[in-house]
């Protein structure tokens, strides 16, 4: 089981946007493996890190308060504030964290990394929306958008099939152009993404025609999603590298969709639960009955006991919206309303007027008699 984000960083979970980006500071400086020599130093650095990348970020942030670590599990999908549908660490990773606190692009002492190479793919965010019943069962759903996508022509190259390619003059066939820097941290050596061959250190002599070397064209996407049962309102699911495609074969953005349900006129839904009223006579509240109650899964039974009052909540265990990530349910909750509205004929009439007397009540106080009948 992977350590609480908030643990990592020393902070509680309600800490500021500047408590986060503060603590991270002061722990990347402490640990970067440049600086540290302990042996566990890359992996305390590492984890901070990732931590870092979930908590800046407000969206994240907000499906792992909700979820933990099952909001970014399974290498698929990820929900939320969005969703526990898994989804992992998205972007370039810890280092590039690292960069943009401390100059980008290298390490401390005149060390260097490789940059990123040619750019990756932007997230793609589309607006769903869904039927109460829909967001009840779950469905698998066909999502089209424009975006682009891998050139089919030349696989994501960039280049024409059997073209040779020959060392970038720029870069020198490294795939980047370095530099140096002062920091308070000392000097360090910058390298960035060389322009000519975008960071892959060769020119093709027959770029792609169809898509202009870029190894991608634009077009209508088609992605099927599966949405799952118990999906909320406002809801966002990130289906990961199913955004746009990278140039030349560069990692894929993700899919982020925006989750609308649509209100029920029969259904409530308060977390898990639904809630539905139920009117009843004031008779059956007194003597006690028994229901049909309509719920999301099809009907079930309930018994109401005797002296039943007006607003009195019933629970119907396991009859509520599925729980995202579980097999179990939520509740269906039965709302009592007590109807006093009938129409009493003289004989009736008489024998309430009787049992009013008989509990010591008056005729004029209507009020007292059917709160103390109806409880």
Do not use: W
């Amino acid at each position: 089981m992977k350590k609480d984000c908030y643990e990592l960083l020393g902070l509680q979970k309600g800490a500021t946007e500047q408590d986060i980006k503060r603590s991270y500071r002061k722990l990347a400086a402490k640990y970067h493996p440049d600086v540290n020599k302990d042996a566990d130093a890359e992996d305390k650095f590492k984890e901070i890190s990732e931590a870092y990348e979930i908590l800046s970020d407000p969206q994240k942030r907000t499906q792992y308060d909700q979820f933990g670590h099952d909001a970014f599990s399974g290498g698929q999908s990820g929900y939320g504030g969005g969703s526990p549908f898994g989804g992992g660490f998205q972007g370039g990773g810890y280092e590039d964290i690292f960069d943009s606190f401390f100059g980008g692009g290298g390490g401390f002492g005149g060390q260097s990394r490789r940059p990123s190479g040619p750019k990756v793919g932007r997230d793609v965010e589309v607006q769903i929306k869904l039927s109460f019943r829909e967001s009840v069962e779950g469905l698998t759903k066909t999502i089209k958008f424009s975006a682009n996508e891998e050139c089919s022509f030349c696989e994501g190259r960039g280049e024409a099939k059997n073209s040779k390619s020959k060392s970038c003059g720029t870069c020198h066939g490294s795939g980047q152009v370095t530099g140096r820097q002062q920091t308070p941290f000392g000097i360090i050596q910058t390298q960035m993404v060389c322009s000519k061959c975008e960071g892959v250190g060769k020119i093709p002599e027959n770029p792609c025609r169809k898509c202009d070397g870029k190894g991608r064209k634009m077009g209508e996407r088609k992605v099927e999603v599966k949405i799952p049962a118990g999906v909320f309102d406002g809801a966002l699911l990130r289906i990961a590298r199913k955004g746009e495609a990278g140039e030349k074969n560069a990692q894929a953005g993700d899919l982020l969709l925006h989750i609308s349900v649509s209100s029920s006129h029969k259904f409530r839904r308060e977390g898990d639960d639904i809630h539905t009223d139920l009117s009843i006579h004031a008779f059956q509240a007194i003597l006690g009955t028994e229901a049909e109650i309509e719920t999301v899964h099809g009907i079930s039974k309930i018994k109401i006991p005797a002296h039943t009052a007006h607003g009195k909540a019933l629970r119907i265990r396991g009859q509520g919206m599925p729980k995202i990530g579980s097999d179990s349910n939520g509740d269906h909750i039965v709302n009592i309303l007590v109807d006093v509205s009938v129409e009493l004929s003289d004989e009736n009439r008489d024998t309430l007027e009787e049992l009013a007397k008989n509990m010591n009540l008056s005729h004029s106080n209507k009020e007292g008699f059917f709160e103390k009948i109806f409880g």
